[in-house]
């Protein structure tokens, strides 16, 4: 709500659909997402960032830095909120125009560094606005008491944590559970027969070819052999956590029944099954050592 505050007292509609909207597109579609998109090549080095950065790029958006402190001091959040949300697209746009996933890995990595210098300068301007959230950015770069004095502070040739997501996106319907409790009482109370198990065609599949996509922060592309069924290809969003050749004739569970989605990258033939967790931990589901690709999970 902050995005329409200023130093005026005004009467403000409370719209909660809007306020969807402004969680999705601004928050995790756009300033967390830097994070998000960058996490991979990070992770290729180690976690320890490049000892080169982009500078010219780093003044282009320390440019506004000094307005948004200023509309803070002021009040004028909605401007505040705006400015940093314009620094956030620039640096989705830089990303984008730099392609780092067809860089070499050092090139890549100095991609990836700029990014996060930058997205730790946008957490420390939005922290007045959201606290909690901003701080838990902060530890993926080792901040622990954010100061507006650390701002321009390059995160060159330095070890910085790997990224957890920290929100989700929403949905109109997740404003109608009004508690935490009555959520976990819907999950206790999410039973199902054995009849509904048995519709889902659980087999056992070998990956004989995995790839990069072009444009894809989290996809892999998967060609799997699932026996007398022949060959499928899946999309599985596990790139942040597996290299393709980690997963060159490794062995998954996959729900074989799912019907077709067509995608942007193609039409995915089934989902490959996998534990997660709230710390971003995604680890693939395999059968045990002697299972055939199609046999039957039951």
Known sequence: FASKLNAKIDDMDLDLKDFVKKINSSLVGKLFNIASRLDGFLSKNSYQTSKNIDRAFLDECSSEYELIRKDLNNKNFSKAVSRILKVADDTNSYINNKTPWKLNDDDALEVATTGISIYKDLCILIMPIIPSLASKALSQVKIEN???????????????????????????????????????????????????????DLRVAEVIEANHIDGADKLIQLTLDVGKLGQRNVFAGIKSKYSPEDLQGKFVALVANLKPRKMKFGTSEGMVLAASNDEGGIYIMSPASGAKAGDKIK
């Open 146 to 200: 954010p100061l507006f004095d650390e701002l321009n502070n390059e995160l060159t040739n330095v070890e910085i944590n790997a990224y957890n997501p920290l929100l989700n996106r929403l949905d109109d319907k997740d404003l109608l559970t009004p508690s935490k409790e009555m959520k976990m009482a819907e999950i206790d109370n999410n039973e199902i027969t054995i009849d509904d198990f048995a519709k889902i």
